[in-house]
């Protein structure tokens, strides 16, 4: 939003902010492409006179806004003003708000078109093309210039009083935020180095890595050193991402402690930054199991008559975490994942997760490309971004899935699935026939290529599905709508395979095939995207080595490394390395007796709390029973695949201050990290593997294509990767500067150097067993 006394709007902007009104209707309705809309505007505009002119460019100025925008078409000889629409399906299921939002656009452009021309009157058009039979369907009405000129002005009105708004907000949130000061006293140790170096990086626009140890405070040491810069770079937005949901807690409560006093702030003609959290649909809704439309919902009922109050009402208050935001909307009777993507355009500080910024459709990207935003992004816990962002930009196919539905679908779509069906079949046979056994890893094979007959007929039959649910969305069963969005984005990703991405096919039955699109190199796709902020500062305790992150994520060729001194010192942690203990997969059962041995003899030289790390349930359960065996007096319990919430906190639950016991996890897995055990509620870790990926096809491929781009395919498949998870398993142990204790690593590879560079600098590897 501009801050100046003069402002600019587009047209559908500006229709899109005051003329929406009616039902929130999120019925499933395919939509036309960007290129098909644009290749229906283009024969709409053929078949017109000599005289057509095709994008007619129009402006006006009412007080102190001018709005600017092209009209899609104008006939001078039947003064006749056009805007098109393309669609698919039927035109009377079209939502009434969509019908609202068109006709108000064109009585924008027709207003505009009047005052320039000087006209009493002009005939407006809505010209809604069907994709699928180039039919069009004209609804037109004569309208006075007086009546247009009329409409034009109230919605000006409206947006310059909310644009008047918003500047002073701006105004007084940069003056509050020039004076903002750091809410403790001191600064932990480190954590006054982060700030400068997030300062530097929002202060010349460049991206910054930080490694910087638990226990600083770096959600805190990077939101106050980015909201200090925020007037001062002339930032519009501060977007903190996280990875899971304890990150936005800690995120939230750093910038309540950040908050000026609400009275003393009013008093002084301040405005604390807009604080928003953004949360996913599921968590939000009200009424689950119920579709999103005014017919079905009561707060999707004349959802857009009642945001403007509850917009109104939430920026009152500026404080929109998940519970604050619930308020309002209940308050208004208005969907509270809706009013809080809504409220994503009018937040300084906006809180959630990496997709928002990141993924193919990102909310936070797109408002930021719309609005021209200038963005600092910080990202926390930035080590798990690669492989984030691998999933994000992968996609698969599911045979089982897809047979299901075939089964039971309308006929006028069955021609298409059947002959994708058949190219399933194809497809399988001739992976099976081509292969040699020995290239058969659990039914898991590598494709040369794209499948490219299989992927044309999943276009034909995306196609089929998306033109009949268009006419008949009756039809739009659960399993078909889920059928047609994998097959898009499938589809999607096709269009750019390239050497980021492999193709794969996994057999695990009759009928039962999956086929996948698996991103390798997610820089290909997230470079634009870092490239699209002002600056971008990633930060995590292993961000090392920098390389590694640059050269997977993308990042701008300003981005600078930076480790920030750790405030722990090595007599805080005691590290040993068993050097006759091979975790290597034909070494397990031999392994056994050593590590029962190792964590036996620490628990009896200092009782308390232990974790133990394993590379796999399996390994895990091995060990546990063996260790139940030999030391049965000894306290132990164990991770178990698929645990829920409640059994996570209730394992958690166990590490009580004073308490004893070892808990047995999985390495990289939910007690890996992002677990806080302060003081003697943890005091010690064994770890038993390197937390290298398995050796199979994949990992080997995803070497190939890593190998090729950067020379370094064996560290950056299994040597990095293995030991971000060692590493963020081993930081459980000292969480404060007044914490000890031990981390044991069993395995003879810890020792040598190129791992151990891989490890914490502070870190005084001594003692080291055999």
Not at 149 to 159: H, I, K, Q, V, Y
Not at 176 to 194: I, K, M, V, W
Not at 539 to 553: G, I, M
Request: aromatic share 8%.
């Amino acid at each position: 939003m501009n801050t100046a006394a003069s402002y600019r709007v587009a047209v559908r902007a500006l229709c899109d902010f005051t003329a929406r009104e009616g039902d929130l209707d999120h019925r499933f309705t395919p939509s036309p492409s960007a290129q098909e809309g644009i290749a229906g505007h283009t024969l709409v505009a053929s078949r017109r006179g000599d005289s057509y002119i095709a994008e007619m460019p129009l402006s006006g100025a009412y007080k102190s806004l001018t709005v600017t925008g092209r009209a899609d078409g104008y006939d001078p000889a039947e003064n006749r003003l056009e805007e098109v629409k393309t669609y698919r399906g039927s035109l009377e299921r079209m939502a009434d708000n969509q019908r609202a939002l068109h006709w108000a656009q064109v009585k924008i452009y027709g207003a505009l078109l009047c005052k320039a021309r000087g006209l009493d009157e002009v005939t407006l058009t809505l010209v809604y093309l069907d994709i699928a039979t180039e039919k069009e369907t004209l609804l037109s009405y004569k309208a006075q210039a007086a009546e247009l000129e009329l409409f034009f002005t109230t919605l000006c009105e409206r947006f310059i009083a909310w644009a008047e708004q918003e500047a002073e907000h701006r105004l007084a949130r940069d003056l509050a935020l020039t004076s903002l000061s750091f809410p403790h006293a001191t600064f932990r140790p480190g954590q006054r180095e982060l700030a400068e170096d997030v300062y530097k990086a929002a202060s010349t626009g460049r991206g910054l890595l930080a490694q910087a140890p638990t226990g600083i405070g770096k959600t805190l040491g990077t939101l106050f050193p980015m909201l200090t810069a925020m007037p001062r770079q002339r930032l519009d937005r501060i977007a903190f991402l996280t990875m899971k949901t304890p990150g936005r807690r800690l995120a939230l409560d750093a910038l309540a402690q950040l908050r000026p006093d609400k009275q003393k702030a009013e008093d002084s003609g301040l405005e604390a930054p807009r604080v928003l959290e953004l949360i996913a649909r599921e968590k939000a809704c009200e009424y689950p199991g119920i579709a999103c439309h005014g017919d079905a919902c009561p707060l999707a009922a004349g959802f857009y008559d009642r945001l403007p109050a509850a917009r109104q009402a939430a920026v009152a208050e500026s404080w929109w975490d998940r519970d604050a935001l619930r308020k309002v909307a209940l308050a208004h009777s208005v969907c509270p994942y809706y009013l809080g993507q809504e409220l994503a355009r009018w937040a300084d500080v906006i809180v959630g997760d990496v997709n928002h910024w990141f993924d193919r459709h990102a909310l936070l990207h797109g408002l930021a490309q719309a609005d021209d935003w200038r963005v600092g992004l910080l990202v926390d816990e930035a080590h798990n971004l690669v492989e984030r962002a691998r999933g994000m930009y992968s996609a698969e196919l599911d045979q089982q899935r897809f047979n299901r539905v075939k089964r039971s679908v309308p006929k006028a779509i069955g021609r298409s699935l059947a002959s994708l069906g058949r190219q399933w079949q194809a497809l399988v046979k001739e992976v099976v026939e081509n292969k040699p056994d020995d290239a058969n890893q659990a039914g898991y094979y590598l494709l040369e290529s794209l499948p490219d007959k299989l992927v044309g007929a999943l276009q034909n039959a995306a196609a089929s599905i998306t033109n009949h649910l268009g006419e008949h969305p009756e039809d739009a069963t659960f399993e078909l709508q889920e059928l047609l969005f994998e097959a898009l984005a499938f589809c999607r990703l096709a269009d750019s395979f390239g050497d980021h991405s492999l193709c794969d096919i996994t057999l695990k039955g009759r009928g039962k095939a999956l086929i996948g699109l698996r991103n390798l190199i997610p820089a290909d796709f997230l470079t634009p995207r870092f490239k699209a902020a002002h600056c971008a500062v990633l930060f995590s305790a292993t961000l090392t080595p920098a390389h590694y992150y640059r050269d997977l994520l993308g990042l701008p060729v300003n981005t600078v490394w930076r480790e920030v001194c750790s405030p722990f010192v090595a007599r805080q942690l005691e590290v040993r390395i068993r050097r006759d203990i091979s975790t290597r997969f034909r070494d397990r059962e031999a392994s056994l007796a050593p590590m029962v041995s190792e964590m036996a003899q620490q628990y009896q030289q200092a009782p308390g709390h232990y974790l133990a790390f394993f590379s796999s349930f399996t390994y895990l359960d091995a060990a546990l029973k063996r260790f139940c065996q030999q030391h049965p007096d000894v306290p132990v319990f164990a991770q178990t695949p698929g645990m829920r919430e409640a059994e996570r906190d209730a394992f958690l639950q166990r590490f009580t201050p004073g308490g004893q016991g070892i808990g047995f996890a999985v390495l990289g897995g939910a007690f890996a990290e992002g677990v806080d055990l302060p003081g003697d509620r943890l005091i010690g870790a064994f770890i038993a593997t390197l937390g290298l990926p398995p050796f199979n096809a994949f990992n080997e491929a995803l070497k190939v294509r890593l190998t090729t781009r950067f020379g370094k395919g064996d560290d950056y498949t299994y040597r990095i990767p293995g030991m971000i998870k060692v590493v963020q398993a081993a930081g459980r142990v000292i969480r404060s500067p007044t914490d000890e204790g031990v981390v044991v690593l069993m395995d003879d590879r810890f020792a040598q150097p190129s791992v151990q560079a891989l490890l914490p600098s502070w870190w005084a590897i001594g003692g080291q067993s055999s």
